[in-house]
């Protein structure tokens, strides 16, 4: 799978497409859904032959669960109009994402007011000494159900001067919330810098608990005894990761993978109690491989996860540590065709240190990639100058009128 991988890593997203909001091939209409890499219908997705953004995506690489296996969605990258925005104008923020996210946020006003609502704050830089004049609110307008959402904010103040991000952070107020189908789009990691398989996941309010009275070996049924509460039809079967049970002690195979294999269901809620023999033995939903004396949960409510009011954009990307805000991060569709890039998707094994594409021989001698340019328009940020004092980082190719 050199081209494509199953993890929320970068080098798992398609590289046989370009990172080019420009071509209707972009790896920014790919996103991961339950079914595998699929392609968007509709917008500006041309490729997919279909307009109606309501048709079903194009399935590019069949992986089953993959959105789920990835525990947390992450942002890649934020984009918006150049231009001027006049007193009072509205301007519109769009964020991508590697997974379809749903929302649930109150209908955006042109006020300030951000009660239940998903909402990202920018600040209002005044052109002379580069300070705050005040902030926007860019409130979710737009997008629930596909990877790409637009945030709309309204000018409050009338200076001449920039926009800057304020905190870097997209914000969940009172009942708003953000989801995808890893469950949680604000995944805490377990250890700064590693992919969101590290993520922090919570034991259900178990209905029942068992252990394995047995190993079970591709197989539907489970044989369990030191039963506590009602195992019915219908729960949910996670891992219970008390002790020194391991989280990932379910695995399951993945149909027509060739035999490829998975733990996420061990936590990811997907694996239910289809038929009930006893109190001791039962079915489930698929085939799944368990040692003797693992220690299961059988819920209803299945796990919680752990809610955050606000999510770091600094600390997302493709890889969930990377800043898609900071002066070195790349609008939607910049910044991906780089030197090591194009390497990396030959091959990722010596050539990546070295920029080349190892001859096989003798392991040292390679093939230069080409040459080429970093788009400077595409940069999400740059250092700004007051006309009479000051300096700020500022969203580039912005000015407020």
Not at 41 to 61: M, Q, R, Y
Not at 153 to 165: E, T
Not at 282 to 293: K, L, P, Q, R
Not at 388 to 399: C, D, N, Q, R
Request: charged fraction near 15%; include cysteine.
């Amino acid at each position: 799978m050199a081209i494509w991988g199953k993890t929320s890593g970068e080098e798992s997203r398609p590289k046989s497409l370009p990172m080019d909001s420009n071509s209707i091939y972009s790896r920014e209409f790919v996103t991961a859904t339950d079914k595998g890499w699929v392609m968007q219908p509709g917008t500006a997705s041309a490729a997919t032959g279909n307009d109606n953004a309501d048709a079903d995506p194009e399935i590019l690489v069949a992986i089953r669960n993959l959105s789920v296996s990835f525990l947390s969605g992450n942002l890649l990258s934020v984009d918006w109009a150049d231009g001027a925005v006049a007193d009072s104008g509205t301007f519109d923020l769009v964020l991508t994402f590697d997974e379809e996210i749903t929302v649930t946020s109150a209908t955006r006003t042109a006020n300030q007011v951000v009660t239940n609502k998903v909402f990202v704050l920018l600040t209002e830089l005044g052109g002379t000494d580069m300070a705050s004049d005040g902030t926007m609110a860019c409130q979710y307008v737009s997008g629930s159900g596909t990877n790409t959402l637009t945030f709309r904010g309204v000018r409050s103040q009338n200076a001449a001067g920039f926009l800057s991000f304020t905190d870097n952070f997209i914000h969940v107020n009172g009942t708003a919330t953000l989801q995808s189908d890893s469950e949680t789009f604000a995944g805490i990691l377990a250890e700064s810098g590693t992919s969101s398989v590290d993520s922090i996941v919570l034991d259900a309010s178990s209905a029942a608990s068992g252990t394995t009275n047995g190993a079970v070996s591709d197989s539907t049924t489970i044989t369990v005894d030191g039963v506590g509460g009602t195992i019915a039809v219908g729960q949910v079967v996670t891992v219970n990761g008390a002790g020194s049970a391991p989280a990932a002690s379910i695995t399951s195979t993945n149909p027509g993978s060739n035999g490829q294999t998975d733990t996420s269901g061990s936590t990811d809620n997907t694996i239910t109690i289809t038929a009930v023999a006893s109190q001791t033995s039962f079915t489930v939903s698929e085939n799944v491989t368990i040692a003797d004396d693992i220690n299961l949960l059988f819920s209803a409510d299945a796990g919680e996860g752990i809610e955050q009011n606000s999510v770091s954009m600094a600390l997302e990307g493709a890889d969930g540590a990377t800043s898609v805000v900071s002066s070195t991060a790349y609008r939607t569709g910049f910044g991906v065709d780089t030197f090591v890039g194009r390497v990396n998707m030959l091959e990722a094994g010596g050539g990546y240190g070295s920029g080349k594409v190892i001859n096989e021989t003798d392991g040292t001698s390679g093939f230069a990639a080409e040459s080429f340019t970093v788009d400077a328009a595409g940069l999400v940020t740059e250092t700004q100058a007051g006309s009479a004092s000051g300096s700020a980082e500022i969203l580039k190719g912005v000015t407020t009128a």
